[in-house]
């Protein structure tokens, strides 16, 4: 429950001396009894400042804050909540290297649960887990559409290789002093007329396969590439 605005300054003073045991159990060695007594301050610091955002005296929320950044120097919370959730970045980079998008994407929900920890709350550590996500999240996206595409049933049964001729006219003159000099000569233009065969319907480069949603990138001698969401799939002539 927040603190009202009398007692504030008197919950926050006992803060402060409930650090100093802190410290004295991290000295004397007592590892759990100094963890769990972070805890609590933790769970205090986070009352505290609740009550300090409304307080009318705005120093209180200073010292509020400067109340964190000692419980943290006295015992190091966030870098600890750092170091347990650097194994699932590690393990999510992993499972994509591996092609396992789904397993990446448990681990990736995992990384993102620590950045609601309470030993993040309002520390620079935060950002450090923030930027993994923001690393892995695009990376898992991209394997999760190629894994989509790769699933998708395409059939490639015939390629059809072929050029059109055109002949267009150029304007190749040029205007000198008010005259227009030159003349206009026919250009010859070979552009590919090349079609493929993709689930049974007829296809050029660019154009779109429905309902499946890919796109025609490529049409070779002996296979075709196709597009979706802006991953690429070859399709061999004839193969699946």
Known sequence: PPVDDDRLPSALSSAFKDLEILKELKAEGRTDEARKAYSALLRTWQMLRGSAESHRDRAIAARVEAFRDDLEAAWPGALETVAEARPFTVSAGGKLADGDDLAAARELATLRRFLDRLELAGRPE??????????????????????????????LTGITISEVETTEIADVG???????????????FIRSDSHCVLNGKTLKTGQLL???????????????????????????????
Do not use: C, Y
């Open 210 to 240: 429905a309902p499946e949603g890919v796109r025609v990138e490529h049409i070779g001698p002996n296979g075709v590439r196709v597009g979706w969401k802006g991953q690429t799939r070859e399709l061999p002539l004839g193969g699946k």
């Open 174 to 188: 040029i205007e000198i002093l008010r005259q227009r000099l030159g003349a206009e000569l026919p250009v010859r």
């Open 126 to 155: 935060r950002d450090t887990v923030s930027g993994w996500v923001q690393h892995l999240e695009p990376l898992l996206a991209d394997a999760s559409v190629r894994r989509e595409l790769q699933a998708k049933k395409l059939e």
